[in-house]
């Protein structure tokens, strides 16, 4: 018996499509590309930013949001540089916490879509802004 399409075998579970049905299958299959696309496109958009500073080697810096509860606590490394990435956008209290136990005061910083929120040395002017595309 030959393999094709009136054999019998698997192919039959999957018949060709009627002549007439092909532009509306044609249509259908680009509806579903266009619409992957547009999806992949929505997950493009950033609803998160950082947040960057300096401290002390030894320091650990802890993110709490204020609306959110939403909590990131990194120790700092010899360099004394930090960038905490991908926090949700909104309000946040950054506290420093010094390897001696000593506490700065909080430091309240907006993250953006995108952008990077600077956290400033204690006795420095905060900045409470994010900064886009930084």
Do not use: C
Request: hydrophobic content about 40%.
């Amino acid at each position: 018996m030959s393999a094709g399409w009136g054999s019998g075998n698997v192919a039959n579970l999957f018949p060709r499509p009627h002549p007439d049905m092909q532009p509306t299958f044609k249509f259908a299959l680009a509806t579903a590309v266009l619409a992957t696309a547009v999806t992949g496109a929505v997950d493009a958009q950033s609803s998160s930013g950082n947040i960057a500073g300096e401290a002390v080697a030894g320091d650990t810096i802890t993110v709490t949001g204020v609306d959110t509860g939403f909590r990131r606590e990194v120790r700092i490394e010899k360099d004394g540089k930090f960038q905490i990435r991908r926090v949700p956008t909104g309000e946040y209290q950054v506290v420093r916490v010094h390897k001696d136990g000593a506490i700065d005061p909080a430091q309240g910083v907006v993250v953006r879509p995108g952008g990077t929120a600077r956290v400033m040395e204690a006795g420095k002017a905060a900045a409470g802004d994010a900064t886009p595309g930084t």
